[in-house]
């Protein structure tokens, strides 16, 4: 017999169909399974883990904290009558031994200030800057026999009245304690120690920010009846920020009345 090879290969070629055809119907059977949402299983997606699609058992919900309670500003924490105290209160009614020297005073910018001071009043002078305000130090601690002389001068040049309302008696100021200094301007010296210092950049900057810094402007427009003194936007006591903050928070305009200490334009009588 003559071998006939296009047999052979007409069989392969049946075969290969048949397997192709078969393959391809068997596929898209699958792809429809697959695609077919009732073939999925409830909840499942690539995205949500099995672990996570299960319902979740419900235990006792747990006692909910209880707040911390918000911590209470102690204003007893420092004397307002010791000299040496850092909420110390000087005013017409409260003066201040004659012979009071703090033991700590050191040099800042040319003027004495207890030591307390000077990091909170660098870290001030530095701020102001960064926002165009020059903050120099003109003075802090006077003795008495200091603010002796600088009420004298004040008087000689403005008359008793005006010094009344802008320079205490000696014993009766600030500056005695070592926990006060005057700022100057350096924008506008013009303006250094008169009413419109309150509009420099330097006055602006300290009414907003000096309380950030531990200071408080300690004579303004709205406490004059109370403290007894014309507003005088550059003289910063320093009282520390924790009270400043305090003081900020509650909208209290004058150490006197966070303390219920009297004030006022009088001096003692007799
Ligand atoms: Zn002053």
Redesign the pocket.
């Known amino acids: 017999m003559t071998p006939r090879p296009w047999r052979g290969i007409l069989v392969a070629g049946f075969v290969v169909v048949a397997v192709v055809g078969i393959g391809g119907a068997a596929t898209g059977l699958w792809s429809e399974l697959a695609g077919d949402p009732a073939m999925r299983i409830q909840g499942l997606t690539e995205e949500v883990p099995w672990h996570e699609a299960l319902p979740v058992p419900s235990y006792a919900p747990a006692a909910e904290p209880e707040p911390a309670p918000e911590p209470t500003f102690d204003l007893a924490t420092h004397s307002t009558t010791d000299p040496a105290s850092p909420w110390v209160i000087v005013n017409k009614q409260h003066p201040i031994a004659a012979d009071h020297v703090p033991g700590d005073l050191v040099d800042v910018g040319g003027a004495r200030l207890r030591a307390a001071v000077q990091p909170d009043l660098a870290a001030m002078v530095a701020a102001a800057d960064q926002a165009g305000a020059r903050l120099v130090v003109r003075?802090g601690f006077r003795s008495y026999a200091e603010q002796a002389a600088a009420r004298a001068d004040v008087e000689g040049r403005r008359g008793f009245a005006h010094a009344e309302r802008y320079s205490a008696r000696p014993g009766f100021s600030?500056?005695e304690t070592g926990l006060?200094v005057?700022i100057d301007s350096g924008t506008q010296p013009e303006c250094n120690l008169q009413t419109c210092f309150a509009q420099t950049a330097e006055g602006r900057w300290l009414a907003e920010h000096a309380w950030e810094h531990g200071f408080v402007v300690r004579y303004t427009e709205q406490n004059t009846a109370v403290t007894g003194y014309a507003p005088?936007g550059?003289?910063l006591r320093w009282v520390g920020r924790d009270l400043t903050a305090w003081l900020h928070a509650q909208g209290v305009g004058s150490l006197e009345e966070a303390f219920g200490v009297p004030g006022g334009p009088d001096y003692p009588t007799g």
Do not use: L, Q
Request: charged share 40%; aromatic share 12%; no cysteine.
């Open positions: 003075s600030e500056h006060a005057d005088e550059w003289h």
